[in-house]
């Protein structure tokens, strides 16, 4: 079974992990064996974005080609951000966006290596 994509952010204190082309199936039992994982219904699903007990971030698209992954990537990117900064209690807001924003910016970057 293949590894998943990882880094490690020493700012938030927070490991994201990439599962990007999986089929729903590999990601299921992948997380299945490796995490606390409740079954999702995947099969409709472009993407997913579990945040673990331990605050670390799984990130899953169904699609590799970057053509396809664009939007379902930049969804659950966005899920990943938001859950890693409110579990830190920083409160994203009009006037208080650039924590979101930066964060967004280096996950997809890491994602997309």
Request: aromatic share 16%.
């Amino acid at each position: 079974m293949n590894s998943p994509g990882w880094f490690y952010c020493k700012l938030w204190r927070v490991n994201f992990y990439f599962f990007i082309g999986w089929s729903e199936k590999k990601f299921s039992n992948y997380c299945k064996k490796h995490y606390s994982y409740i079954n999702y219904d995947l099969e409709s699903a472009n993407g997913k974005c579990l945040q673990l007990n331990n605050g670390n971030c799984v990130i899953w698209t169904r699609y590799k080609n970057r053509s396809k992954i664009g939007s379902d990537l930049v969804h659950e990117v966005i899920h990943a951000a938001l859950f890693t900064l409110s579990k830190r209690g920083v409160q994203v807001s009009g006037t208080n966006a650039e924590p979101l924003t930066y964060l967004v910016d280096l996950i997809l970057k890491k994602a997309l290596k």
